[in-house]
């Protein structure tokens, strides 16, 4: 299969995905609404890049579910490997922004979750993360003041601030990169605001972070 590569805005670069590191429960408000607690440090998870579409295409409904729920996020990507980092040397890691959204099997997850075992299955399907161009840093540096968005139908669903994260960016860079190296082409995904909400085969999602970018997607069946 042929690497799955990000693209850039005003630029011809592209760069392959690696491995996709998400950050889980950092808005406080997002935790509260699934009934968990802030975390004192980044709850890490990982989806591997077969998981990846992109903006335009169709997330597919997996039928051993009957609770997929959005979650838009602001995605990292990384621009050279990285280990131990400091924050100046997390800070020079940061590459690229993008807009992403981590598709998840609510009840899958609570099902987990009650059980005491390992979120994968219910963040790792075809289709699970959806991802727009991006931003290079040199083009545009984050404030993390940016708004963050997510309709479904044109209905607002997700509405917040990336200062509202627990954890900047750097902060996560720096407490991954003590447990595992990160390398050119991996992707961050941050953690999502409050609003996730159920959707279902012909639902449509759009989504997107102030200056960063914006996303499409549609939900379908898996036999479409």
Not at 9 to 15: A, D, Q
Not at 20 to 45: D, Q, T
Not at 55 to 72: A, F, K, Q, R, T
Request: proline residues 4%; charged residues 25%.
């Amino acid at each position: 299969m042929r690497m799955k590569e990000i693209s850039f805005r005003n630029s011809e670069e592209k760069i392959g995905i690696g491995k996709i590191v998400c950050v889980g429960r950092n808005y406080a408000k997002h935790a509260a609404e699934l009934g968990n607690e802030v975390p004192k440090f980044p709850i890490i998870f990982i989806k591997p890049s077969s998981t990846v579409i992109f903006s335009g295409e169709s997330v597919v409904h997996p039928d051993y579910s009957d609770d997929l729920h959005h979650e838009v996020e602001l995605v990292i990507l990384i621009g050279k490997d990285v280990k131990d980092a400091d924050n100046i040397s997390a800070e020079d890691a940061i590459y690229g922004y993008g807009v992403g959204l981590d598709m998840t099997l609510r009840d899958l997850q609570n099902q987990f979750k009650d059980k005491g075992e390992p979120w994968t299955l219910a963040k790792v399907f075809d289709t699970a993360a959806v991802l727009s161009n991006f931003v290079k840093k040199e083009e545009y540096n984050s404030e993390l003041n940016e708004k963050i968005w997510l309709k479904v139908n044109g209905e607002i669903k997700q509405s917040s601030s990336l200062n509202n994260m627990v954890f900047n960016p750097v902060e996560i860079i720096k407490f991954i990169s003590k447990r595992m190296t990160l390398e050119k082409g991996d992707l961050i995904m941050t953690g999502t605001p409050e609003g996730v909400s159920r959707v279902v085969p012909g639902d449509s999602i759009e989504a997107g972070i102030e200056n960063i970018g914006e996303l499409k997607t549609n939900i379908i069946h898996k036999n479409n």
